[in-house]
């Protein structure tokens, strides 16, 4: 008796309790169809925007084009999102010890279309800053310094053949060498990647169209390179703009560093 006493002067706040999730399930249902239009709406409003930016704008194109290819540009030139850089432009996707290393977009661009590449032996023992292979166009030249210090285990034999891989794919096809890294851990520490990377590669553009392209101003092509609108290209044809002087001063400002610039 004494048990049944007891439910009876609780049932009242059960019974409220039942009566209030009873009342609020149309307001919950309600809520919750709402949340769906909204949501629905904002898809639907992006989807038409990501639409009509992809038809009318060809700088949109390219840059949905940069973000699928893992790639960040700066004034036309590129940058991959999984490579750590040196100093002297070298770059290096690192897998464990094992580091595929190639020139960044600085070289081609700047040098212009590479002709020749002359890569070590396997075997090939280098530390960190040291010459690794050479790229050519025309009488111009560029050593690349190896990013990591470690051995030779792998080339691409490609470029022998195919030295234009650099130039249309310098993050892909067109890598140069594969080391075994000897003290990765001590070479990473030395390298830039991600947001460090991508912010250390607009300050060389910047410092290229600056300072080294600006003296040529006079030309009409490097006149334009000088004056870029925010997302404006270099022109395609930037290396055959360059005179000799102003390669040297490229070639020793961007292509022999071995510690990082302010």
Not at 36 to 53: I, K, S, Y
Not at 126 to 149: A, F, I, N, Y
Not at 152 to 181: C, H, K, M, Q, T
Request: charged residues 20%.
């Amino acid at each position: 008796m004494k048990r049944n006493r007891e439910w009876l002067k609780g049932w009242p706040l059960a019974a409220g309790i039942a009566i209030l999730v009873i009342a609020a399930l149309p307001l919950v249902g309600a809520a919750v169809f709402m949340l769906r239009v909204v949501l629905f709406a904002a898809f639907a409003l992006a989807l038409l925007t990501g639409v009509v930016l992809l038809i009318v704008s060809p700088k949109f194109r390219a840059w949905l084009d940069l973000q699928s290819d893992g790639l960040v540009s700066f004034s036309g030139l590129q940058l991959a999102r999984d490579v750590s850089v040196s100093p002297s432009h070298s770059w290096a996707r690192i897998r464990d010890r094992r580091v595929t290393v190639g020139a960044d977009d600085f070289v081609p661009k700047t040098l212009g279309p590479i002709e020749k590449v002359e890569l070590p032996e396997p075997g090939t023992k280098v530390k960190q800053g040291d010459r690794l292979c050479r790229m050519t166009h025309g009488q111009r030249s560029v050593e690349l310094l190896s990013p990591v210090s470690g051995t030779v285990i792998g080339l691409n034999e490609f470029l022998v053949a195919r030295p234009d891989l650099v130039n249309d794919s310098p993050y892909g096809g067109g890598w140069a060498v594969r080391l075994e890294a000897s003290d990765i851990d001590t070479d990473r520490s030395h390298l830039r990647s991600d947001g460090a990377a991508r912010a250390w590669f607009r300050h060389e553009v910047d410092t290229l169209i600056g300072a080294v392209l600006a003296p040529q101003a006079n030309s009409p092509a490097l006149a334009h390179a000088t004056s870029l609108p925010d997302g404006g290209e270099l022109v395609g044809n930037l290396h055959q703009q360059i005179d000799d002087q102003a390669w040297q001063q490229i070639d020793n400002t961007f292509f022999h560093s071995v510690e990082w610039r302010a």
